[in-house]
């Protein structure tokens, strides 16, 4: 099952590869990983997602728990969230063809961010699998370039992560 | 105005502060600045060893048999990389060391200079943590989180690299007193309502088993330990690593367990219906392929301090997170407390199967041989110590026979790389036993292809004196590996064979020691008995033993626990 996990970790050098480190030595999937600091800058904000059983998902957290700079780990799967991706994505776009990406656009609420007379950037914000959807609805050969963020999230509500 | 000191004499006056009175190291460039500092006092004794693994090795021995954070001082890259071993064979046995090595000055940091490898990269996965100070205002309270870090909780090893300029800098000292960080917390105490459940479970139980290991050694809960196991009389296994948890020589001692545990105890653990586990992990060598063990029916109480333990391998029923010894000790309290008493009729009965197990007599061996048996040589070893030494070991098969035959009583006695098998680790482990411990008997069971793996530390024992007895199991083979050889290999000796094998006796002499080679098993015990006579010199005893010899019983790789290979 996919999990995304969500922790705060002390913003200091090295603890992302702590955190790569651990699961590439114990051969957890990382799906994609965010990270940034927070409002607080001696803090840092990851968000993992990840596949497993209940069994490697719990040993995952645990894990990332024992990491001395790792201050809080939340799985986000474990209540109501909300998700968000950005995508950034460079459409070959001519003729007919632009009229109906921009249609697709709309549709997808995304924004045309950058034109020439041959192509269409396109800003995507969505769960994941909004962004696959979009994807899916474009010809393979007509997408020139993707850059996503991979996903981060948030609690709803009162559920809060911080120190 | 405040002295400022530089980053070197920081560093030395951390380690008195911290009141460390012994280190091991190898100086080099990026250290010399911290080599002038020891040298200018005479608090911390600083050992030269030959080799910076065995410094990490002696360190480690040094903690272990002390219960104190073992320290290491070694140089930049190969330095570090030769450290390296050390460090992972402490990290798998959470042993609390505080490594310092040097670095680079910061401005070469990441431009290949001399002698610089990027030592946080290559030590992050064998280490509980690390720092690389690159400020010398964080020096002092780097170096009290090392310690701090690597003594609390799962205690491990914490490195602390420091580049050579930041050990020329001056600062003020100001070493601080406490230290609270908000990303490390570890518990203490167990949680109450899962306490109470356990002691449900262990008065209901029918075939009950202690089984404990590494974990009632570290934190000093041996005590506790046995006094929980004897009120309620139940029987007891611990780990290699859990040896002297329990008084081996008590009836209710079921032996270790594991690969080459006692049949009793293999048995009792796969057959029992209510096991507390104490400070254990469930490591592949202890219960054999899981599946297999969890097709018996069983409640599982499961106590240690670090959460990713429990549940990592076996399901448990009621994990209890906590130090050992605090949640022992409400253990104990509770049961005092509560009416109920463990079911005495069957309890008797369990006591009778685990007798008709003991009769199988698992580790029995030809007494009568002509030729040397390696279980003799430790059986003779623990009489002539009167159970009193402490033994460190090598990896393999004299490791082994060690643990099966030389009966621990007391926690700390029992040194041995149980974790990561590090060839190399018994001697350099027993001069910081012996540091540790000066008036102490100290042996070191090895086997010759073992002792060869960092036997320039006679060199280091001949400086500093250390009367170490080397008691060399001498099977001219790689006797693990040949064992599998036999057992799984048909019989192919594949590089197993120890050809041109030095003579250790003038090895030993060479190095200013005395040597002994001991070829008839009527000569065990006068040997042994001279070697102790010698009290301030190094013995190095060679024993030509049997070539053929297997460790019995065994549980081959991927087999369970009742599939035991016996002799």
Known sequence: ?163 | MSVELTGAEITIRCLQEEGVECIFGYPGGAVLFIYDELFKQDQVRHILVRHEQAAVHAADGYARSSNKVGVALVTSGPGVTNAVTGIATAYMDSIPLVIISGQVPTNAIGLDAFQEVDTVGITRPCVKHNFLVSDISELAVTMKKAFYIASTGRPGPVLVDIPKDVTQQKTVFDYPDKLSMRSYNPVVKGNAKQIKKAVDLILGAKRPVVYTGGGVILSDAAKLLTELTKMLNYPCTNTLMGLGGFPATDKQFIGMLGMHGTYEANMAMQYCDVLIAVGARFDDRVIGNPKHFSNENRKIIHIDIDPSSISKRVKVDVPIVGNVPDVLKELIRLLKDTEGEPDQNALREWWNQIDLWRARDCLKYDRASSIIKPQMVVEKLYEVTKGDAFITSDVGQHQMWAAQFYKFDKPRRWINSGGLGTMGFGMPAAMGVQLANPKAKVACVTGEASIQMCIQELSTCKQYKLPLKIVNLNNRYMGMVRQWQEFFHGNRYSESYMDALPDFIKLAESYGHVGMKIEQPEDIEGALKEAFRLKDRLVFLDFMTDQTENVFPMVPGGKGLSEMILV
């Open chain 1, 1 to 163: 099952m996919r999990h995304i996990i969500s922790l705060l970790m002390e913003n200091e050098a090295g603890a992302l590869s702590r955190v790569a480190g651990l699961f590439s030595a114990r051969g957890y999937n990382i799906e994609s990983l965010s990270v940034a600091p927070t409002e607080d800058p001696t803090l840092s904000r990851m968000t993992l997602v990840t596949t497993g059983s209940d069994e490697v998902i719990e040993q995952v957290t645990k894990q990332l728990n024992k990491l001395i700079e790792v201050v809080k780990v939340i799985d986000l799967v474990d209540g109501n969230h909300i998700e968000r991706e950005l995508m950034l994505v460079k459409i070959k776009a001519i003729g007919a063809d632009r009229d109906e990406i921009k249609r697709l656009v709309d549709i997808f609420r995304g924004a045309i961010i950058d034109v020439t007379d041959r192509s269409y950037t396109i800003e995507l914000t969505g769960t994941s699998s909004k962004l696959d959807a979009f994807l899916e609805n474009i010809e393979s050969s007509a997408v020139l370039e993707t850059v996503r963020t991979g996903a981060s999230g948030i609690g709803r509500g009162d559920w809060v992560l911080r120190v």
